[in-house]
C-alpha cells in the first residue's frame, strides 16, 4: 500500500511568529507510518525548512514557474524552491486554476518543472459544484488526469490530490461513497497509464478536519490529506495527522 501522507498547505497565511506552530507540532506529533508535508508562504519556506531539518516533517512550495528563470516578475521556479529546502510543491490548486486562469497545460508544465528540479508534485484536481451537480464529475477528472499529468509521473515523484472545489474552505464535505467513487476511478485511470499506479498516493483534501478525518480515512484508496486552514495549528492538524496513522 501507498505510504500515507498528511499535507498543510497554509494558503496566504503566515509570517514567522507562526513558525511556533511548526514546532509544537514537531514536539507533539510523530506518527509512524505518516509523511508530513507543510507548503507555506515562499517568504516562510527556508526558515520553515532550517528549523524542521532535524525532524522528519517535510516542506514544500505552494505553486512554482513552468520556467527554471527567466524575466518572470514575482514568480518563483522549481528549482528556487529546492534551494531554499523545498521537497515537494503543489500544482494545479483551484484556487491557480480560477484565480489564475491555469490550465491542464499549464499544471502539466509546472509538474513537469518540479520532476526536473528533484521535487514531488502534488498535483490537484476536482470538479465544481455546478460539474458535480450536472453528474460530470468523473468526466471532469478524467480531462484533469489526461492533461495535468506528465507522462514520466511515477510514484515517486507525483502525489494526487483530489479536492472537489465545492467543499474547499465551505465546511461542505462530499458523502464517504462520493469520495470512494471518486477516488477508485482516480486509481483505475492511473492503472491504465502508469505501471506503478497501485503504489500513488490520492489525497483527498477539502474541509477535512478532526472531526470527520476518521471517516475519510477508512475509504478505500484515501492515502492521506490536503488540509488547508486546518494546517495552520498544530492543535487542528495533529488529531488528523493521528486519525491517519490509525487508519
Known sequence: MPRK??????????????LTEVAALCAAHSAPGVDVLLCPPATLLAQMAAATQDHALMVGGQDC?????????????AQMLKAAGAGAVITGHSE???????????????????????????ICIGETL??????????????????????????????IAYEPVWAIGTGKVPTTA??????????????????????????????????????????????????????LKASDFGPIITALSNA
Open 65 to 77: 514557474h513552468a520556467n527554471a528563470s527567466g524575466a518572470h516578475t514575482g514568480d518563483i521556479s
Open 130 to 159: 455546478d460539474e458535480r451537480e450536472s453528474g460530470t464529475t468523473l468526466s471532469v477528472i478524467d480531462t484533469q488526469l489526461a492533461g495535468s499529468i506528465p507522462d514520466n509521473a511515477t510514484a515517486a515523484n507525483t502525489v
Open 5 to 18: 501522507l498528511a499535507a498543510g498547505n497554509w494558503k496566504m497565511n503566515g509570517t514567522p511568529a507562526a
Open 178 to 231: 462520493q469520495i470512494g467513487e471518486v477516488h477508485a476511478h482516480i486509481r483505475a485511470r492511473l492503472a491504465a497509464r502508469f505501471s506503478d499506479a497501485a503504489d500513488m498516493r490520492l489525497l483527498y483534501g477539502g474541509s477535512v478536519k478532526a472531526s470527520n478525518a476518521d471517516d475519510i480515512f477508512a475509504v478505500a484508496d484515501v492515502d492521506g490529506a490536503l488540509v488547508g486552514g486546518a494546517s
Open 96 to 122: 491557480r486554476r480560477t484565480d489564475h486562469g491555469e490550465t491542464d497545460a499549464d499544471v502539466s508544465a509546472k509538474s513537469q518543472a518540479a520532476y526536473d528540479a528533484g521535487l514531488i508534485a502534488v
